[in-house]
């Protein structure tokens, strides 16, 4: 009889703890196409701790975090989603660039080039070629960056922004900064506001600053799980409510909210302005027949004091978004972005002119030479020559800037090189005589950048060297040329850098060898959190130093499998570390599987030696 209640008991609690979970996925999943990926996140991290082989939750999982442009989340989901043998096309070799691993991404793209090629079609094979040959050759968008300078904004923040247009004394540009962000005016996008269009005057662009801190604004509980064992008509709107809304301040001097009407629950962005500044042509949200957000591109009337709405342009459809508009100066010429049918691939460039009658001809495909099987973005007019973001041409990883002279004969795609663009997402170009700005989310989220062209004399770059051969910023003795730390005093043994305690430094190699995975997994264990803490203490303590995390496996097992064991291995802690507050920056992480044994493989305390992470301080 006890026997028999047990087994009750036990069927029971099984039964209830996979209807619960039935009930999380439910929730991600509504949650994930609804678009709301920051609150998708949470459900879908809770669901996988119970069903960890589930690929299509782990590809969601690892998307949330990607169009966020959390990129070492995203690689961490799509690595587990890849060693359970899921069909991921070319996501993670995009990745693995993104990162700045190119070694990996082109192993990985060689792999994917060498099989099914005859199952694609011609423009896929042609993409990954083009991404395989950049990854390949990335020195070469680097050979004259030492030509140009690159420096952050002072206007921006935490928050994303993203310069559209220069105008009037100043830029218009983008952004999702909220002071009062509630449940009302959160995007569920990435747990930021809506985005809106701001006015920075001439002293807002042309100080810079120092970096933003990063907003970390991942959703968290505040509520237990256990009551979604029910499923209910209402779930969406009950669990909203039980997760923390997070708010961050910063500086807003010299910035104005754009004159034009923007409604409170819906994003507006990339707005251009024909050069008599009486029209303008701007993306906004809608919804279409489903209910899903779609972009739209409305024209706008400036009455002398407001930007007024004036019409939705002809050719935006319920099913499909257009957006990034850009105008020629005089106004006959608009190109634009959108996903719409009969393209090459995911988001295309088209373009719309002035009849002679002054209405609009249809959209027209700015053609395969600039369009290819990926995604073409943020087109702007320079005269003659279109610039636009893509991660379909040859570059350096995520969306690279490219130019195209628009009248030549010959169409020839011109990647900007380094520093424009790095091996994140590089977008949205603007050039007003010398001055350049571009946006890029090369520090964590999308943020404003000038460049300056370094075009100086032979003889002033051996003088400049000659002068600053004795300076020493920080007074510690030793020539800035010379110190790894010039801002911070140090000593000459330690090549210009604080000296490190021994006692910190065998704090780092204990919870180097105190850290613990599951058998075959790659989550740290609890027992880890302990030693990873004192990494962490260190670190704030010492912002000067960096670290370098390796992770290596025993030789059991294919090599392709060890080395994607390690490099996840290697991961799991980078983001336990950075989830601490370090930030992203200072933290390399890289896996060698079986490459570098310390030990014998032929018996077990080898190669449990072998299976180890290892941390290194560097500067």
Known sequence: MKKNIFIL??????NSNAQTYKSILYMANKEYNNQR???????YKKYILNNEYDTLALIRLGNSYLFQSKYNEALFYFQQANRNHAELGNTLAELYATVGNYDAASRLYETIINSKRKQRTKNQNILFENRLNGFRNKNFYYKDSQNYSIKYLSLNTGYNEIANVFYKNGIIFQSDRSILLNRKNEYGWNGNGFTKLYFADSNSISGTGKMSS?????????????????????????????????????NSNGITLLNIDHDSNGNYGMITIQSDQKTAYYTRNSKNKIGSSILEIWQAVYDGNHWKKDRRMFFNDNEHSYFHPSVSSDGNILYFASDRPGGFG?????????????SWSEPINAGEKINTYANELFPTLNNDILYFSSNGHPGLGGLDIYKVIINEKDTVIENLGYPYNSDKDDINYIKKENFELISSDRNGTDDIYIIKSKEVKKELVVQKIKSTVDKDTDGDGINDNDDLCPTIPGTRENHGCPEIKQEEKQKIILAANNIYFGFDKSDLLDNSFGPLNEVVTILKNHPEIKLFISAHTDNFGDEAYNYNLSELRA?????????KGIEEKRIQSKGFGKTKPIADNSTPEGRALNRRVEMNIFY
């Open 9 to 14: 008991l036990l069927f029971t609690y099984f």
């Open 37 to 43: 990926y920051a609150y998708a996140i949470p459900f």
């Open 346 to 358: 995911g988001t295309d460039l088209y373009y719309i002119y002035k009849l002679i009658n002054g």
């Open 571 to 579: 991961l799991s802690v980078k983001l336990y570390l950075t989830s």
């Open 214 to 250: 990063l907003i970390n604004n991942e959703k968290e509980f505040t509520k237990s799980l256990s009551d979604l064992s029910v499923l209910t008509a209402n779930d969406n709107a009950t669990f909203e409510q039980s997760f923390d809304i997070k708010t961050h301040s910063y």
